[in-house]
């Protein structure tokens, strides 16, 4: 069974960073593509980054370009998001989901872990 595991939230100042990990178990992670999308209260699911399973091209929404990076470790079944520059528009549960759900922007599926919460807030 596919397990997600979410974590590396907090409550930031504006300009300041965070690196998120999703943990994954329960299915062969170096092939598949992984993606991460957020959550604000009272909006839709946002697609922020995607990699390939393959080269590891990576991919972003505008809004993050320059300040996100997305990666993974394939030996520890897990992938990163690591947040610079963190804004306050950049405020939602953060969740991480694997293969063509949410990939370059298609739709994205209910979340399959618990999310990890970002606060930026000055």
């Known amino acids: 069974e596919e397990h997600l595991v979410e974590s590396g939230g907090g409550l930031v100042q504006p300009g300041e960073s965070l690196r998120l990990s999703c943990a994954t178990s329960?299915?062969?992670?170096?092939?598949?593509?992984m993606s991460w999308f957020r959550q604000a209260p009272g909006k839709g699911r946002e697609w922020v980054s995607s990699?390939?399973?393959?080269?590891?091209?990576?991919y972003y929404r505008d809004s993050v370009k320059g300040r996100f990076t997305i990666s993974r470790d394939n030996a520890k079944n897990t992938a990163y998001l690591q947040m610079n520059s963190l804004k306050t528009e950049d405020t939602a549960m953060y969740y991480c989901?694997?293969?063509?759900?949410?990939?370059?922007?298609?739709?994205?599926?209910?979340?399959r872990g618990q999310g990890t919460q970002v606060t930026v807030s000055s």
């Open positions: 329960g299915f062969q992670f170096s092939r598949f593509a």
């Open positions: 989901t694997t293969g063509s759900d949410c990939y370059l922007g298609s739709y994205c599926g209910a979340p």
């Open positions: 990699i390939a399973s393959d080269d590891g091209s990576t």
